[in-house]
T-cell receptor
Framework: EAQVTQNPRYLITVTGKKLTVTCSQN?????MSWYRQDPGLGLRQIYY???????DKGDVPEGYKVSRKEKRNFPLILESPSPNQTSLYFC?????????????FGPGTRLTVL | QKEVEQDPGPLSVPEGAIVSLNCTYS??????FMWYRQYSRKGPELLMY????GNKEDGRFTAQVDKSSKYISLFIRDSQPSDSATYLC????????????FGTGTRLTIIP
């Protein structure tokens, strides 16, 4: 089954404790991105990747890191999480770069930073 | 002013009603317009995709784009309880790797 998987689905952590949210897709997509979804603000892009070893900032990259060492995986790293990073996070992949292709979203990771 | 404005609702209508969901935008470069549907505790999924102005129909769903007014709509005919979800509009230009810009979403509930 074609899908985007994320882990963990739910995470409660404390300020400053490094964490990684994994994302994997099995559709051989080159383009992957991370979004956060907040009430009243909608979906905002954090980082995106055009291909292996090619990443770039989205609208709200501060406090986040990403890496793309393999085509299928695109982990999101929070080196020192803060309460304002409490949010619902989505990983997405698509055949086409940017916004032209259909975005396939993962199920989401609900992160709470205390 | 946000680039894309969408009424957050919530919107509740009886089963069988016609639903109209709308977005306005300010960036005249936007040419590709999409509607994503997001069920509770799920990721968004693409529902409709249109290019430039005009209408596109898919079953009970019709997407309408009016570029002159910078206004897009999604109509749902014969609404069903299974249509209860949050609907997000999204749009982009065709310039290189321009990202998708999303609306904030409208939460829709169809009452049986």
């Amino acid at each position: 089954e074609a899908q985007v998987t994320q882990n963990p689905r739910y995470l409660i952590t404390v300020t400053g404790k490094k964490l990684t949210v994994t994302c994997s897709q099995n559709m051989n997509h080159e383009y992957m991105s991370w979004y956060r979804q907040d009430p009243g603000l909608g979906l905002r892009q954090i980082y995106y990747s055009m291909n292996v070893e090619v990443t770039d900032k989205g609208d709200v990259p501060e406090g986040y890191k990403v890496s793309r060492k393999e085509k299928r995986n695109f982990p999101l790293i929070l080196e020192s999480p803060s309460p304002n990073q409490t949010s619902l996070y989505f990983c997405a992949s698509s055949y086409e770069a940017g916004g032209l292709g259909e975005q396939f979203f993962g199920p989401g990771t609900r992160l709470t930073v205390l | 002013q946000k680039e894309v404005e969408q009424d957050p609702g919530p919107l509740s209508v009886p089963e069988g009603a016609i639903v109209s969901l709308n977005c306005t935008y300010s960036n005249s470069a936007f040419q590709y317009f999409m509607w994503y549907r997001q069920y509770s505790r799920k990721g968004p999924e693409l529902l409709m995709y249109t290019y430039s102005s005009g209408n596109k129909e898919d079953g009970r769903f019709t997407a309408q784009v009016d570029k002159s007014s910078k206004y897009i709509s999604l109509f749902i005919r014969d609404s069903q309880p299974s249509d209860s979800a949050t609907y997000l509009c999204a749009m982009t230009s065709n310039f290189g790797n321009e990202k998708l810009t999303f609306g904030t979403g409208t939460r829709l509930t169809i009452i049986p």
